[in-house]
């Protein structure tokens, strides 16, 4: 189907970055779709760009959980032993299972997906070509991702420059769906991407320190968009002992969104 407002409601969907915490936003979706509520336009970066592209797809709450439950984090690893990161290949090939080839034309939402030229740094905004490709630009995490080559260009994690795109929506409402942590949270131990617990020690100190330097900058980058509007209703679930990498517990990220969620309809219809 090609592009078409679905809804009369006046209001803009942004979802941010943040790994497995940005399954959050399945919940938030959940919640509009009991009030038969919908966006008239979707911006997403990172985590934000895969659930807004589902969503702006036309798939259900059920439908992402279902993919979710499906996932084997294993068969997504392809290490570049050179690099010591992820090709990413495996990703790419998933991502292009689960939006099934669709091109940005065959959304029932206008969609734009976010991410950061390497080479330049500037913020470069997808709205047309193969949906997997420009969300494989935005979720291209340095450090744990090779940069994604495309078109003659090459891409890295969209949340560098605009982790909650809300600048890209239209004048009117806004709800802008945070999956950060809080920063002001103290991290006692983390996990890493196949979920073992790594201890405080020399590595573990060092990496909950790059952790909390990243949340840092994240959190002041997404104070600058949500500054850039009036009229936006912020929503930023509770994580409690909640983590990135943390895929496995996405029945409690996705409660956790519900949950936030509650109430946001006074804000769509008042």
């Known amino acids: 189907m090609e592009n078409s407002d679905i809804s009369n409601n006046n209001f803009s969907l942004a979802l941010g970055g943040g790994g497995a915490r940005g399954l959050s936003h399945i919940g938030v979706i959940r919640r509009l779709e009991e009030l038969w509520l919908h966006p008239s336009h979707i911006a997403g970066t990172s985590m934000g760009a895969i659930i807004g592209a589902l969503y702006a797809l036309g798939r259900t709450s059920h439908e992402m959980e279902v ?5 084997r984090m294993t068969k997504l690893i392809d290490i570049d032993f050179k690099k010591w990161l992820l090709k990413g ?3 790419t090939a998933f991502l292009d299972e689960i939006f099934g080839g669709a091109d940005f034309s065959e ?10 030229e390497f080479d330049t740094g500037k913020k470069t905004v997808f709205r047309e070509g193969k949906i997997s490709d420009a969300v494989r630009a935005s979720i291209g995490l340095p450090g744990v991702f090779t940069p994604f080559e495309y078109r003659g260009s090459v891409f890295v994690d969209g949340g560098l420059v605009n982790n909650l795109p809300v600048e890209l929506l239209p004048e009117g409402r806004v709800i802008a769906v945070s999956a950060l ?17 790594i201890p405080i020690g020399l590595f573990g100190n060092s990496y909950s320190i790059l952790q909390k330097t990243i949340d840092i900058m994240l959190s002041q980058n997404e104070e600058r968009s949500r500054a ?11 994580y ?3 983590d990135y990498y943390e895929f496995h517990k996405y029945e409690d990220f996705i409660r ?7 109430g946001i309809e006074g804000y769509i219809l008042g």
Do not use: M, W
């Open 107 to 116: 959304t029932r939402i206008p969609l734009q997906v976010v991410a950061t």
């Open 181 to 197: 942590r809080d920063i002001q949270r103290k991290i006692e131990y983390t996990r890493n991407l196949l979920s073992f617990e």
């Open 228 to 238: 850039s509007r009036k009229d936006i209703c912020y929503i930023h679930p509770t």
């Open 240 to 242: 409690t002992n909640l």
């Open 67 to 71: 993919i979710i439950q499906e996932i």
């Open 89 to 91: 290949k495996k990703v």
């Open 256 to 262: 956790a969104g519900y949950e936030a969620s509650i």
